[in-house]
């Protein structure tokens, strides 16, 4: 048996909340929603992809985002990526410890911990 890759990343967010989860994730990120499937759909939640990337977001009640568990996110443009977090109002924190790569921590509107990350040379 071999794992080959992810198919996405579930991060929870509070009932309500997918409009905000919506201008952060395609508006201030560039992610494109995708439909969820009908099945699915009335359960509350949105996601969103961006080239093979599937980050999925689901309703949960008594939603409480965790300080340190958090996907990381291969960018290109990571300070294009840092300025738009920033302009949106989301405060980001440089992170220097990780050799061959510059990286930064945020987290989205719903409080969820965001790694990205770009390779350096």
């Known amino acids: 048996m071999t794992i080959t ?11 309500g909340s997918e409009e905000r989860l919506r ?3 395609a508006g201030v990120l560039g992610m494109t ?5 009908p099945a699915l759909a009335g359960r509350g939640g949105c996601w969103f992809a961006s080239g093979t990337v599937q980050l999925h977001l689901g309703i949960e009640r008594e939603h ?8 990381a996110l291969r960018v290109t443009g990571i300070d294009a990526v840092a300025a738009a977090v ?17 990286r930064f921590h ?3 509107p719903v409080g969820n911990r965001l790694e990205f990350l770009e390779p350096t040379g």
């Open 86 to 102: 920033r302009a949106a109002g989301t405060d980001i924190v440089w992170d220097t410890a990780l050799p061959g790569q510059r």
């Open 23 to 25: 201008t952060f994730y």
């Open 64 to 71: 409480r985002p965790s300080a340190k568990a958090h996907p």
């Open 106 to 108: 945020c987290v989205d």
């Open 33 to 37: 929603e995708i439909p969820k499937p």
């Open 5 to 15: 890759g992810f198919d996405h990343v579930l991060l929870a967010a509070p009932p």
